[in-house]
């Protein structure tokens, strides 16, 4: 791969940025510096551009080599004498974003399927295809199944029966999209992920276990994008539903009749239980674990490992197992840390007590 070189002039340009710190006596204008990689603040060496946005990373920020660093819009003055001497400082509306879109000119150019069938892809009689859509090996498309123009499914993929995938989505290797699954427009599933399993649904009927139909499909709206192996179960009966534009991270179980609004964020390792709501910009962070028929309201945010067993208002923040709101959670945290020192109190005031009481009984 050719050497991608850009200058700061350009790096500024790219994102929207301004240039603010000063040209150094015997260097190049800071327009013209070259800049030839992108990296962390805490890894980035010359010639490399990093970001900073955090508090949190100030030490490396004044530990970085990097020579140029994208910072807060109407923070330069502030980071001047904070950032190495030989940095130059490009403000920018919001530098993880603009990191991002400097980042793209230094990566690898990205891996392309182009449009058409591949000869070992699987094709039933029935199957509707858009414009221009690309095929790869060794998919498996199941009859009356429809997909949108521009649409992409990559390796070993299966689609089954009466599927419905909207236009511009990337389906990544080794997915599993059972029957009538329904996919909006520009979705994004990642390898491993399994749509439209059936439910977990058993009624113990003379001692045995007995298997409840899943009869449901699973809809996903638009701008969804779905991490590695995810599952989605379909519903017992109507829909599970994910919102558009929600984001779920890898590893996540989501279970029948499930329903998402629009743009949640679900971490890792979550596990929604059947029939819960979820509003919309509603965040789960990593492993928390949500019982059945209950809602989570929109705004809200769960904190990592937290057990959810009851519905949580709208724009509140809830920690804990089981959860509660935050502050009362930490509250809780702090009277049992407490908990060593007030043992240690209460013994010392017993054999105080026990003293005092046998001086009493010597008198």
Known sequence: MEEVV?????VARRCGGRIVAPDHP??????EAPIRGAAAIAQAGEGEVTFFGNPK???QLKATRAACILIPEGTAAMLAGQAPPTACLVEVANPSVAFSRVLEAFAPP???TPAGIHPSAVIEEGVTLGREVAIAAHVVIETGTVIGDWTVIRANTTVGHGTRIGSD????PNVTLRERSHLGDRVVIHSGTVIGSDGFGYELVDGRHVKIPQTGIVRIGDDVEIGANVTIDRARFGETRIGEGTKIDNLVQIAHNVETGKHCVIVSQVGISGSTRLGDYVTLAGQVGVVGHIEIGSQAVVAAQSGVSKSIPEKEVWWGCPATPIRETKEKMALIN???KLSDRVRRLEELV???SAELRGS
């Open 57 to 59: 990373y100030l030490p």
């Open 26 to 31: 015997g260097t190049l204008p800071a327009e």
């Open 354 to 356: 026990e003293a005092l």
């Open 338 to 340: 407490r908990l060593p």
């Open 110 to 112: 990205a891996v392309t």
């Open 169 to 172: 989505c990337v389906i990544h």
């Open 6 to 10: 850009l200058t700061i002039g350009e």
